[in-house]
C-alpha cells in the first residue's frame, strides 16, 4: 500500500473516530420550520431592501426588525440573485431580543430555537413513517408464508426459519434445532421440502446456504446425523434439476464448513469447530473436489462472494475489525477498510454491502461500498433511528433490502446506491407468525 | 419518502414557497420531508461537527440546512440527489458563517466554547490527525472532511464545493503534505497507522 493511500485511509478512520465522539442533538420539525420561517422573513426584508435601493424612492430603515417583513400568506417575494446563503444587509441588525438563529454566539439565549431550555425531543424515524417505494424482487418468507420474486404465495410447514431458497421443486430451508434432535453438535436443522412441502430429507447441517450466480447451483452442509460423533459433508446441487445433490468433499472430524459462495469454478467456505464453534478460517474448494481444498490467506472469514470478479470479502485475520476484499488464491487485498463489516455483493459486482459503526459494539449503520474500491457510496444510520438489522440481500436492480427490527415491528426497507430509503413492505409485527427471512442471494 | 415533485434541483434555495401550498399538500409535504430529516439528520450533525469542531455549532449549522432544504423541498425534483443538495447547503452554511464578521471575531479567542466528548478510541496518531484537520483554514477543512469522511470523489467534492477539480486535487495534496510532514516530526504519535498490520502481509 502506498504512503498516499495508508495517509489517507488513516485520515478516514481519525475522522470516523472523531465524528462518532460527537454527541450533538438532532433538531425537532418544529425546530426547523420556525428557523424556515424566521429565514423566509429575512428574505422578504432583504428584497423589499434591494427593491427599494433600486428605485432610490425611500431611505433604508436602519432600524429595520426581522418582523418587518410581509404578512405570512401574501405572495411570496421574487428571489434575489446570490448564493443560498444570504444573510441580512448591513443596515439590518437585528434587534437584542431576536439573535440570528445561526448564531453560535448566543447558543443559551431564551428565544434562541435551538436553546436548550425550548428543545424538544426529536421524533424517531418510525417504519410506518418511512414512505412505500419500489418492490422486493427476490422471494421471501413472512412467517410461513413464502412471497415469490414473481408474486404469489406459498405456504411452507410452520416455521421458525433461519435461511430458505428454492430448490428442486421445493425448498431447502435452515430451521432451528427441535426437541427431538438428539444432544450433540449445536447447528441447526437442515431439510429438503419437496414440492408437496414435505421433508424429503432432514438433518443437522451448516446454517448457511450459497447459490452460484446464475442460482442455478446450491451448495449447503450436511451433518451425518444430530449426534457427537456426527460428520459433515460439503455438497452441491442443480437447484432447479430433478437429480440428488453430489457429495462435494467430507470435512474434517470435528470441524463444519459453512457455504458462502459459489463462482465459477470455486466453492468458497468458512471452517468452523463444531462443537466450540470457533471460526477455522475461510476456504476455496474447485467444484470437481479433485483438488486439495485450500485456506485463504488472511481472512479470518468469508463473508461475500464477487461472482463476476472471483473476489471474496470478509474480516482480516490479523484485525477482525477491519474488512477487506482479497483474491482468494493469492491473498492479494484489493482494499481493505477498518470498522467496515463487508458481506454479499451485487451478481454485477458493483457493490458490496457493509456494515459499520457502533464503536466496540454491533455495528449500526449499513452502507453501499463501490466493490472494487470500497468506496462508501451511501449509508443509513439505522441505529440513530433505534432500529437494528436482522439481515439483508440484494434486490436485482442493485437496491439493498435490510430486514429492519424497531421495537415490536419488523419491515423491509430498501436503500438504493443513490442514498433513497423506502419500505417496501407493510410493518409486520416481530414475531414468529411475521418473521421475515429473505431467500438467499448468489 | 414518496416522490417530489417540483421544478428541477439546484443550489438556489432563496424563492420560499411553502406558505402558498395548499393545506392538505402542505401535510403531505411536510411529512414527506420529516421522513428525509429524520433519516439523514444524524448524518449531517456528524460531518457539521467534523467542519466545525464542536457540537453547538454543528447544530446550528444543521438547523440553518434543514431550515433551506425545508423552503426548498418542493423545488427539488430529483430524489436521488437530495442528500448531496443537502450537503452543498451545509458546505455553503458553513463557509459562509465564517465569512461573517461576527465569526472572524470569534476566531481570536485561544479557547473553543464546546469541546466534543472525549473518546475511548481517541488517541495517538488518530488524534494527531484530527489536532491537524482542526487547523486548516474553513475552506481547505471542507475539502477534507468530504474527500476524507463523506468519501466523495474529488469531482464530487469540487461540485459541493462549488469549485474546480484542480482546486481540491491542489488543496488535498497540500493538505496531506503537510499531514504527512507533522506525522514524520512526530514519531511517537504511531507512524504503523490504522491499517499497518494490512501492510506487513
Redesign the interface.
Known amino acids: 500500500m502506498s504512503d498516499d493511500r495508508r495517509l489517507s485511509e488513516d485520515l478516514h478512520e481519525s475522522l470516523r473516530r472523531r465524528a462518532a465522539g460527537f454527541s450533538p442533538q438532532p433538531a425537532a420539525m418544529d425546530q426547523v420550520v420556525r428557523r424556515a420561517r424566521g429565514i423566509r422573513r429575512r428574505r422578504r426584508t432583504a428584497a423589499g431592501l434591494a427593491a427599494a435601493a433600486a428605485v432610490a424612492v425611500i431611505a433604508v430603515p436602519t432600524g429595520l426588525t426581522l418582523g418587518a417583513g410581509p404578512q405570512a400568506g401574501t405572495p411570496v417575494a421574487p428571489a434575489h440573485s446570490g448564493s443560498a446563503t444570504p444573510s441580512m444587509p448591513h443596515s439590518t441588525k437585528p434587534a437584542p431580543t431576536s439573535p440570528p438563529p445561526s448564531s453560535p454566539s448566543t447558543p443559551s439565549a431564551p428565544s434562541s430555537p435551538s436553546s436548550p431550555a425550548t428543545q424538544q425531543t426529536p421524533k424517531l424515524l418510525t417504519l410506518a413513517g418511512i414512505a412505500r417505494g419500489g418492490s422486493v424482487g427476490i422471494g421471501w418468507l413472512e412467517g410461513s408464508t413464502w412471497h415469490g420474486a414473481q408474486g404469489g404465495t406459498q405456504t411452507l410447514p410452520a416455521g421458525p426459519y433461519f435461511a430458505v431458497t428454492p430448490y428442486r421443486g421445493g425448498f431447502l430451508v435452515v430451521q432451528p434445532r427441535s426437541s427431538a434432535d438428539p444432544p450433540g453438535v449445536s447447528t441447526p436443522h437442515l431439510s429438503w421440502l419437496d414440492n408437496t412441502m414435505h421433508p424429503a430429507w432432514s438433518t443437522c447441517g451448516g446454517p448457511r446456504l450459497a447459490l452460484s450466480g446464475d442460482q442455478m447451483t446450491a451448495a449447503y452442509s450436511k451433518l451425518s446425523d444430530c449426534g457427537p460423533t456426527a460428520t459433515d459433508t460439503l455438497h452441491v446441487g442443480i437447484a432447479n434439476g430433478m437429480a440428488d445433490s453430489e457429495t462435494l468433499r467430507d470435512v474434517p472430524a470435528g470441524k463444519l464448513a459453512e457455504p458462502v459462495g459459489l463462482t465459477g469454478q470455486m466453492l468458497i467456505y468458512n471452517l468452523r469447530d463444531l462443537t466450540a464453534g470457533t471460526q477455522q478460517g475461510a476456504w476455496y474448494t474447485d467444484l470437481s473436489g479433485q483438488q486439495p481444498a485450500k485456506q485463504i490467506p488472511g481472512l479470518a472469514y468469508a463473508s461475500g462472494v464477487d461472482t463476476s470478479r472471483q473476489q471474496v470479502a470478509g474480516q482480516s485475520a490479523n484485525d477482525p475489525q477491519t474488512g477487506m476484499v482479497v483474491d482468494p488464491v493469492t491473498g492479494k487485498v484489493i482494499w481493505s477498510r477498518q470498522g467496515y463489516f463487508p458481506g454479499q455483493f451485487t451478481t454485477d459486482g458493483k457493490y458490496v454491502a457493509a456494515a459499520y459503526g457502533g464503536g466496540q459494539g454491533p455495528p449500526t449503520q449499513y452502507a453501499i461500498l463501490d466493490a472494487a474500491t470500497g468506496r462508501r457510496l451511501t449509508y443509513f444510520d439505522l441505529g440513530a433511528q433505534g432500529m437494528s438489522v436482522v439481515a439483508t440481500a440484494w434486490n436485482p436492480d442493485d437496491s439493498l433490502l435490510i430486514v429492519t427490527h424497531q421495537g415490536d415491528r419488523e419491515a423491509i426497507l430498501r436503500l438504493t446506491p443513490g442514498g433513497q430509503v423506502t419500505r417496501v413492505s407493510d410493518v409486520l409485527p416481530a414475531d414468529a407468525a411475521h418473521a421475515v427471512v429473505l431467500a438467499i442471494r448468489p | 419518502?414518496?416522490a417530489i415533485i417540483g421544478v428541477q434541483m439546484d443550489?438556489?434555495?432563496?424563492?420560499?414557497?411553502?406558505?402558498?401550498a395548499p393545506e392538505s399538500g402542505r401535510r403531505g409535504r411536510?411529512?414527506?420531508f420529516?421522513?428525509w430529516?429524520?433519516?439523514r439528520?444524524?448524518?449531517l450533525?456528524?460531518?457539521?461537527?467534523?467542519l466545525t469542531g464542536e457540537?453547538?455549532?454543528?447544530?446550528?449549522?444543521?438547523?440553518?440546512t434543514?431550515?433551506?432544504m425545508?423552503?426548498a423541498w418542493d423545488r427539488i425534483a430529483d430524489?436521488?440527489?437530495?442528500?448531496a443538495y443537502a450537503r452543498?447547503?451545509l458546505v455553503?452554511?458553513f463557509r459562509?458563517?465564517w465569512r461573517?464578521p461576527?465569526r472572524r471575531r470569534?476566531l481570536t479567542t485561544e479557547v473553543l466554547?464546546e469541546q466534543?466528548?472525549?473518546?475511548v478510541?481517541?488517541d495517538g496518531?488518530?488524534?494527531a490527525?484530527?489536532d491537524f484537520?482542526a487547523t486548516l483554514p474553513p475552506k481547505q477543512r471542507a475539502v477534507?472532511?468530504l474527500r476524507?469522511?463523506e468519501?466523495l470523489?474529488e469531482a464530487e467534492t469540487a461540485a459541493a464545493l462549488g469549485i474546480s477539480v484542480g482546486t481540491v486535487k491542489s488543496q488535498a495534496s497540500r493538505a496531506?503534505a503537510s499531514?504527512?510532514r507533522t506525522?514524520d516530526d512526530h514519531p511517537e504519535i504511531g507512524r504503523q497507522?490504522?491499517?499497518?498490520?494490512?501492510?506487513?502481509?
Not at chain 2, 45 to 50: G, K
Not at chain 2, 79 to 83: A, F, I, K, L, N
Not at chain 2, 193 to 201: I, K, L
Request: charged share 30%; proline share 3%.
Open positions: 419518502m414518496g443550489a438556489d434555495t432563496s424563492a420560499a414557497v411553502p406558505d402558498t411536510d411529512a414527506d420529516e421522513a430529516m429524520t433519516a439528520q444524524s448524518a450533525l456528524r460531518t457539521a461537527c467534523l457540537t453547538h455549532t454543528a447544530e446550528d449549522l444543521v438547523q440553518t434543514l431550515a433551506k425545508y423552503l430524489r436521488e440527489h437530495v442528500d452543498k447547503t455553503n452554511e459562509s458563517m461573517r461576527w470569534e466554547p466534543g466528548a472525549p473518546d478510541e481517541y496518531l488518530s488524534r490527525l484530527w484537520v477534507i472532511v476524507y469522511y468519501e470523489t496531506l499531514l504527512r506525522v497507522g490504522f491499517s499497518g498490520q494490512e501492510e506487513e502481509r
